[in-house]
């Protein structure tokens, strides 16, 4: 092995060993994001314009994937607990080969939706909840420093792979598009997966003492508390919104009577905004409490939407109200990644971890649809928005009771 473990932080790694591994799921994780999500977006018209299957159809096979990875994603962040992530990362990306081979040569829509199922089982060792617990566990007290930069560099992914996609569509088509991608998934990602997380993995002992809590905690314990029913579906609520509003923002952008360009311009830069929520998370954390942190992002998630709901139809305000809610969604990300350590340490981290992102993900998944429903059952995007805010707030409240009860200082730590 190439690293030391730190003696102060049980199973982290050295400075060095920290940074290799951070560049490997860097890496991993934009070309991870970028075939396996990203490029569905570009390529989507296409898939519906040659199969003639409906929208709503394929649309459908991406949202079984997330169903699949949330389910599927309970028992990755076990074993990485036990076992650490090379082995689960490395077979989850070579699963992606049959996945993406059965979506780009699917003959009938079974078939597609066959793909898009070992897809979502790819996903679930792919994307960010493994390699947030590999970065807790391997990065100790330096965890914030370390995710920060993974999700800086992810954030780049629709960048990168949504134009890429779209180019590759037009000069061979999404199929072979699709395959491309493939080949260049596998060539990056299973090698860097399997030689670059050869780091020394502390199991954890499924007993944590509870920075706020008064005594140590087992995790079966940790999800029966209130605190974290209250996180769970505080973050199932907020993934809901978040993700309905980024899928909807351009049909309500245009809604407001701004140009389709321009609207898809707005959703862009509002990457920015979560790049620069991202780039000044490591002093907000710094600089607020708990309870501070998980209110103050939820809240700000809901005045955001509220705000593009309500604000005058001229292209900078609402391109800056969309850069505003980006920025939260850049801080929310990190305050969900850091949700379990902040509060129960980061013994048992994958499981936990597994659980409280598994109705998130199927939020995410029902997003698409939950969105355009709600516009076409209140009449407009901008009244949808509203309501969406209003759940945001609702995620904002139940916030306050998920935070463990205070520690008694007499116990040791």
């Known amino acids: 092995m190439t690293s030391t473990q730190t003696a102060t932080q049980p199973g982290a790694l050295d400075d ?60 990755v962040g076990r074993h990485i607990d036990a076992h650490g992530p090379r082995a689960v990362m490395t077979f989850a990306s070579l699963l992606a080969v ?3 081979l059965g979506v780009a040569l699917a003959p009938t829509l079974p078939w597609f939706y066959a793909g898009w199922v070992l897809v979502g089982a790819a996903m679930a060792g792919t994307l960010y909840p493994p390699a947030f617990a590999a ?16 999700t800086l560099v992810a954030g780049l992914a629709s960048t990168v792979f949504a134009p890429l996609a779209s180019v ?56 029966r508390s209130r605190a974290f029913r209250c996180l769970m579906v505080a973050n199932t609520l907020t993934a809901l919104a978040v993700f309905a509003v980024v899928i909807n923002l351009v049909p309500m952008l245009v809604e407001q009577g701004m140009s389709r360009d321009r609207a898809a311009m707005a959703l862009g830069l509002g990457g920015l905004g979560q790049v620069a929520g991202r780039l000044g998370y490591a002093r907000f954390a710094r600089s607020t409490t708990l309870v501070v942190r998980a209110v103050l992002v939820g809240a700000c998630v809901a005045v955001a939407t509220a705000a593009l709901a309500l604000a005058p139809a001229t292209d900078g305000w609402l391109v800056t109200v969309g850069m505003l809610l980006g920025l ?22 994958g499981k936990l ?18 969105g355009a429903g709600l516009a076409d059952l209140l009449g407009s995007h901008a009244h949808a928005f509203l309501l969406l805010a209003g759940t945001s707030a609702v995620a904002a409240v139940l916030m306050l009771w998920s935070i463990p009860a205070p520690a008694d200082p007499s116990l040791p730590a």
Not at 138 to 147: K, M, N, V, Y
């Open 168 to 223: 590759l569509d037009d000069l061979v088509g999404w199929r072979l598009a699709y395959m491309l991608l493939l080949g260049g998934l596998v060539v990056i990602t299973a090698p860097l997966h399997w030689w670059g997380l050869n780091e020394p993995w502390e199991q954890s002992s499924g007993t944590r003492r509870e920075p706020y809590g008064s005594t140590a905690q087992t995790a079966g314990a940790v999800t």
């Open 98 to 100: 049959p996945g993406l």
């Open 328 to 349: 939260a969604r850049g801080i929310y990300t990190l305050v969900q990644a850091t949700a379990i350590t902040d509060r129960w340490s980061s013994a048992s981290y």
């Open 16 to 75: 060095a060993g920290l940074r290799r591994v951070v560049v490997v799921l860097s890496t991993v994780q934009i070309v991870s994001w970028g075939c396996l999500y990203y490029a569905f977006a570009a390529l989507q018209s296409s898939v519906i314009a040659e199969t003639g299957w409906s929208g709503v159809a394929v649309t459908g096979a991406f949202s079984l994937a997330q169903v699949v990875s949330a389910v599927a994603g309970l028992w």
């Open 353 to 370: 971890n597994g659980v409280l992102t598994a109705p998130a993900l199927f939020a995410a998944a029902a997003a698409p649809f939950v």
């Open 135 to 150: 970065l807790t566990r391997w990065g100790g007290s330096r965890r914030i420093g370390a995710l920060t930069t993974l």
